[in-house]
């Protein structure tokens, strides 16, 4: 299980790739679901050039580690890893990349899942999007 | 007596500092009205004392850390 945040630039297949090599045991999973959250240039109707992520250290990890946990004592798990980008970002930059390794794919599936909705509630990050007219805070995500 | 606050994202803008300290306990709303001199706290203020969610009428302690920030927007 690993969490890792990070305030550069990130390639979420090279990381799924290094976690899988250096973490599982080869022939024990059977099912790999990731998600990858990117950065859109535009919302609301606006054109975003860019965008900055705030966290609260060590709040923040420990509630990723939370989630996780919870996941791996609601479903038949083998690993879990959870990246999420801070700082300063740009259109098509990965923001978050959540992978579940499982045994079989219904675990994998929903156990990913909901790594990101629980992400998405209840770890302290917050986004500020930067746009030609200034900055502005998002008030709230989109539903799932 | 010490408690650490904290203040994140847009609230941080809105109080006009990132961090204090106090002398004196108290509930988190106690807290909150002490840091920012009794500015009426948004709506939908989240709270965490020592790195976990609370609600505003719980105790803190001496060596607490309490933080407030609006509803989070990652992933």
């Known amino acids: 299980m690993t969490v890792k945040i990070l305030s550069n630039a990130f390639d979420p297949w090279q990381e ?12 024990k999973y059977g099912a790999t679901a990731s998600f990858v959250g990117t950065m859109r240039d535009f919302n ?18 420990s509630y990723l580690h939370k989630i996780c946990d919870e996941a791996k004592q609601r479903w038949q798990l083998i690993d879990c890893l959870i990246v999420h980008r ?26 990913c899942r909901y790594l990101m909705e629980e992400l998405k509630s209840r770890a ?12 502005r805070w998002v008030d709230k995500n989109t539903p799932g | 007596m010490s408690i650490t606050v904290k203040f994140f994202a847009r609230l941080r803008e809105q109080v006009g500092k990132a961090e204090l300290t106090l002398d004196d306990a108290g509930d988190v709303q106690s807290i909150w009205d002490r840091a920012t001199e009794n500015m009426p706290m948004p709506d939908n203020t989240l709270c965490a004392i020592n790195m976990e969610y609370s609600n505003t ?3 803190v302690r001496d060596g607490d850390e309490v933080a407030f920030f609006p509803p989070v927007t990652g992933g």
């Open chain 1, 44 to 61: 609301q109707g606006d054109d975003v050039a860019s965008m900055t992520l705030e966290h609260y250290p060590g709040m923040t990890e």
């Open chain 1, 86 to 111: 801070v700082g300063e970002m740009h259109p098509n930059e990965p923001i978050v990349l959540t992978v579940v390794w499982s045994a079989h794919r219904k675990d994998a599936f929903e156990a």
């Open chain 1, 16 to 27: 799924t790739q290094q976690h899988q090599q250096n973490q599982l045991e080869a022939g």
């Open chain 1, 124 to 135: 302290p990050f917050w986004k500020k999007e930067g746009m030609a007219e200034g900055h």
């Open chain 2, 57 to 59: 009428d719980a105790p």
